[in-house]
């Protein structure tokens, strides 16, 4: 039995009251932040005790390299953003999380980083469950496999 | 000939101007912010046009990946910093760059992000070089090859 399996992972207590759930991909459980301001999903390696990238095993960061670029992909197809923000911080949730941000040019926070700069706006439930529709049915349909 | 070589890569002028070089890994210019607050890397792969992780190819973003989790062990070593912040933003200057920032509990921004917190502090040059110094060394030892 390895390390691994004493202490199975589970998702911060923090990052889950902000955000929903959308599923998991092979190595990250994808959140949608419930905050309307931006289009902005984070993902989660599912890796106990992770709290930097290179606390990952080098297959495992390949592996979230290629998911956040899906992500990213489906992220920009589905809001037609003009930039993406991609950041691990991790200041003040110590698991590891990558942020996957869709910026406009007229968000409330531009050019700036999202943090500190807006209160967070919850989702009208329906909108919030439509944008999660939408994205499940691009990470289906993007050839790497679905959100499980 | 591609278009690749039809447009050679060359170091955003705004990035050059905030920064000193430390060198070259195989896809990206390492780069030392020339503020003193934080001991602040920057990733430049040298592909050309590129503005989004996922402008680049999956083999190029492998590649980045292994320089992030280089630098990023180098930088925690040579500091002994609390945590490291990797983020992608790109907002102002769209060059694909890639912020690997060494931080403290007690850093003037703590548990902020960097941005926009403390004016820039510019380095005194012999502290700048001694750092430049240990970070070349550094990367010379960890068996991935030097900075060139």
Redesign the interface.
Known sequence: MTSETKTPWSLDPRLAADTVAAGDLPLSRVLLSNDANYPWLILVPRRARA????DLA?ND??Q???E??RV??VL?DLTACH??????????VAQLHIHVIA?FRDDGA????V??KLPAKPYDPPVRDAFLRDLKAALAADGGGQLE
Chains 1, 2 share one sequence.
């Open positions: 709290v930097e990238l290179i080098a960061r390949a979230l390299m290629d956040i670029a990213s992909t920009r930039k993406l923000n991609v950041a691990t911080i991790g200041n003040m910026r531009w050019p700036a980083p943090w500190g």
